[in-house]
C-alpha cells in the first residue's frame, strides 16, 4: 500500500491555499465540495499518483453539524492532520486489521462534486474513526475513478513521511501490521511531517 494523499486543514480555505502557495511556491487549486460533509477543498499533485489536499469547512453548508469530518473544523492554524493511504479490498483490509484488534470502520462511498459539473467517486475506510490522532491514516479504493493527481498542477514530488506520536512503539508494529512503511518516532504530541521536493528547494510540511 502507498501513499495516496496528506489533508492539510486549515481554519478557512483561502487561508491555507495561501500557506501553501508561500510554503511550495505553488498554488492549490479549488476542487470543490464534499456534500453534506461541510467542508471544501483544494488540490496539488506531490507526484503522478499522490497529492495534497487542503481541507476547510465550507460556508455555504454552515448548517451541517459540528464537529466536521477529519476533523476539519478543529484547527486554529494550517497543518497536516491526517493522510490516506491507497487500497484495494477494503472490506478485507478491515477484516484483517479488526483479527488483529484494530477498528477501522465501516466501508462507505464518497463523492465530490467538480467545477466542471462532473463528479469524482470513491470507497473509503472511516475517517471519523481516526484510530492514533491521525497517524494510522484512513484507506481509499478510487475503483474506475481516473486518480486526481494526474489532473492537477505540480507543487512538487514528496520525498517522504514521517510519523510522530507519544505511543510509537504501538503505532508502529500496527502501521507494519497493515502493510505501511511510514516510520513513527516518538514525540510528546502527535505529528506528520513531509519532506516535499519543490523548485525552490525542499519544503518541510507539518
Given at each position: 500500500?502507498?501513499?495516496?494523499?496528506?489533508?492539510?486543514?486549515?481554519?478557512?480555505?483561502?487561508?491555507?491555499?495561501?500557506?501553501?502557495?508561500?510554503?511550495?511556491?505553488?498554488?492549490?487549486?479549488?476542487?470543490?465540495?464534499?456534500?453534506?460533509?461541510?467542508?471544501?477543498?483544494?488540490?496539488?499533485?506531490?507526484?503522478?499518483?499522490?497529492?495534497?489536499?487542503?481541507?476547510?469547512?465550507?460556508?455555504?453548508?454552515?448548517?451541517?453539524?459540528?464537529?466536521?469530518?477529519?476533523?476539519?473544523?478543529?484547527?486554529?492554524?494550517?497543518?497536516?492532520?491526517?493522510?490516506?493511504?491507497?487500497?484495494?479490498?477494503?472490506?478485507?483490509?478491515?477484516?484483517?486489521?479488526?483479527?488483529?484488534?484494530?477498528?477501522?470502520?465501516?466501508?462507505?462511498?464518497?463523492?465530490?462534486?467538480?467545477?466542471?459539473?462532473?463528479?469524482?467517486?470513491?470507497?473509503?475506510?472511516?475517517?471519523?474513526?481516526?484510530?492514533?490522532?491521525?497517524?494510522?491514516?484512513?484507506?481509499?479504493?478510487?475503483?474506475?475513478?481516473?486518480?486526481?493527481?494526474?489532473?492537477l498542477p505540480s507543487g512538487g514530488k514528496l520525498?517522504?513521511?514521517?510519523?510522530?506520536?507519544?505511543?510509537?512503539?504501538?503505532?508502529n508494529a500496527r502501521m507494519q501490521m497493515l502493510?505501511?512503511?511510514?516510520?513513527?518516532?516518538?514525540?510528546?504530541?502527535?505529528?506528520?511531517?513531509?519532506?516535499?521536493?519543490?523548485?525552490?528547494?525542499?519544503?518541510?510540511?507539518?
Amino acid at each position: 500500500m502507498s501513499i495516496d494523499h496528506l489533508i492539510y486543514a486549515a481554519p478557512t480555505l483561502e487561508r491555507g491555499m495561501d500557506d501553501i502557495e508561500a510554503r511550495l511556491g505553488a498554488r492549490p487549486v479549488y476542487s470543490g465540495q464534499h456534500p453534506g460533509k461541510g467542508t471544501h477543498n483544494a488540490l496539488l499533485a506531490l507526484g503522478p499518483a499522490v497529492y495534497l489536499e487542503v481541507i476547510a469547512p465550507d460556508p455555504a453548508q454552515a448548517g451541517v453539524a459540528r464537529p466536521l469530518w477529519i476533523a476539519a473544523d478543529a484547527v486554529a492554524a494550517p497543518r497536516l492532520i491526517y493522510w490516506a493511504a491507497r487500497a484495494v479490498s477494503l472490506e478485507g483490509l478491515v477484516e484483517r486489521a479488526r483479527r488483529q484488534g484494530l477498528v477501522l470502520g465501516p466501508v462507505s462511498a464518497g463523492s465530490r462534486a467538480l467545477p466542471d459539473g462532473s463528479e469524482l467517486r470513491w470507497r473509503l475506510t472511516s475517517p471519523q474513526v481516526n484510530p492514533a490522532d491521525g497517524i494510522i491514516p484512513f484507506f481509499i479504493d478510487w475503483g474506475d475513478t481516473p486518480h486526481p493527481a494526474g489532473s492537477l498542477p505540480s507543487g512538487g514530488k514528496l520525498l517522504a513521511l514521517e510519523a510522530r506520536h507519544p505511543e510509537a512503539e504501538s503505532v508502529n508494529a500496527r502501521m507494519q501490521m497493515l502493510g505501511l512503511e511510514v516510520p513513527v518516532r516518538y514525540a510528546p504530541e502527535p505529528a506528520l511531517v513531509a519532506w516535499i521536493k519543490t523548485a525552490g528547494g525542499i519544503a518541510l510540511l507539518t
